[in-house]
């Protein structure tokens, strides 16, 4: 059973592989120290950065991308999604003015609705916000549609804590009050053959072993570093020698156990922080970035065990430290820039520096 499962998805996989290996980096900008958008775009161009993510659709900036060799995601915020789920003239003047004002000069390729929706649904108003999703989502993708705009995908990033199990992969399975919405959404997915968006951190993984006191995950392991460390799955006989693997496969299984077994997948948001907590080195920072680019750029694409060949776009979290985030130390100190634009660590896109 499981070798037929692989052996499909490895034939659906193959045909992307080559044109989806770009590297991508978020450029988030809760900081009051950091450098222009002029200059954060002139950075982004000389690590040779194949794509970015935006966590708007700011026009200074998507008018700076114009003539750049740079693939952009753009994000519709969670406040917009209600009127956009409930009107269809709103998502026509969403798109206008973020899409089409700068579209094709602009190399808009994502319009990612909302962040991380399904994350908390404990209030009547995050509540309605997962039910819009969908509905606004098809909204927009609408609108792209009515403009013959047809090369700009449409999706969300959705965080692994919509996860009920994540180990072994091959027990993945969505939260089950999640599944109203995940349904919906793997259907339009499916249909458009747009991607499943997930923000995965195999720190945080990591750190909430050690602090359990649990049997701890390897290091090395979360690190994506080669060597003997491995685990085979006891259903499938898949062998996983990292934890991004293992975390990727669970939604790839739990994907399939609601019928969706050929759902492209991309990565929103991954990284390691360099400062604020255990782990949390330059060392551990750079090795699991550069291992990460050089899995995810390979060609053909590595894939995962139960994709094989599959690539999968990847967005490194982040272009800067963000001094002006909430949450632990950790949350301020995920950058690949200091504020005046200078390494702090080295980090390789492309097979040659990107710092000179």
């Known amino acids: 059973m499981a070798l037929v499962f692989t052996s499909f998805l490895y034939l659906i996989a193959f045909s992307g592989a080559v044109a989806s290996n770009k590297i991508g980096i978020n450029y988030g900008r809760l900081g009051n120290n950091l450098p222009s958008p002029a200059r954060s775009i002139e950075l982004l161009q000389n690590m040779n950065v194949g794509r970015v993510k935006l966590y708007d659709a700011d026009y200074e900036i998507l ?95 959705l965080a692994m804590d919509m ?110 922080p360099h400062e604020g907590g255990p782990g949390a080195t330059r060392e551990n920072a750079a090795e699991y970035n550069n291992n990460l680019i050089r899995k995810m750029s390979a060609g053909p694409s590595n894939g995962t065990p139960a994709r094989p060949n599959m690539a999968i776009p990847s967005f490194i979290f982040s272009l800067y430290d963000e001094d002006q985030k909430y949450g632990p130390d950790t949350e301020r100190h995920w950058g690949l820039l200091n504020p005046d634009g200078s390494p702090i660590y080295q980090v390789n896109i492309t097979g040659k520096a990107i710092f000179d």
């Open 163 to 272: 996860m009920e199990t994540t180990y072994p992969p091959s027990s993945g399975s969505f939260k089950p009050e999640l599944l109203e919405f995940m349904v919906p959404l793997l259907k339009f997915i499916n249909g458009t053959k747009s991607s499943f968006f997930i923000d995965v951190y195999p720190y945080f993984a990591w750190f909430q072993s050690q602090a359990m006191n649990q049997t701890s995950i390897n290091l090395d392991f979360a690190l994506l570093r080669t060597g003997n460390e491995s685990y085979t799955d006891p259903l499938t006989g898949l062998v996983y020698k990292n934890l991004l693997d293992q975390m990727l496969d669970s939604v790839v299984y739990a994907m399939a156990k609601l019928g969706y077994d050929d759902v492209n997948l991309a990565i929103s948001e991954t990284g390691w």
């Open 63 to 157: 008018n700076l991308l114009s003539g750049k060799n740079i693939d952009v995601a753009i994000t519709v915020a969670n406040d917009e999604i209600a009127g956009i789920a409930a009107n269809q003239r709103l998502a026509d003047q969403w798109v206008y003015e973020h899409v089409v004002t700068h579209y094709p000069n602009t190399r808009i390729r994502f319009v990612l609705v909302g962040h991380e929706v399904f994350s908390s649904i404990n209030t009547t108003q995050d509540l309605q916000i997962a039910r819009d999703l969908v509905p606004a989502i098809r909204r927009v993708k609408n609108t792209l549609r009515a403009r013959g705009i047809r090369n700009v995908k449409v999706g969300t990033p």
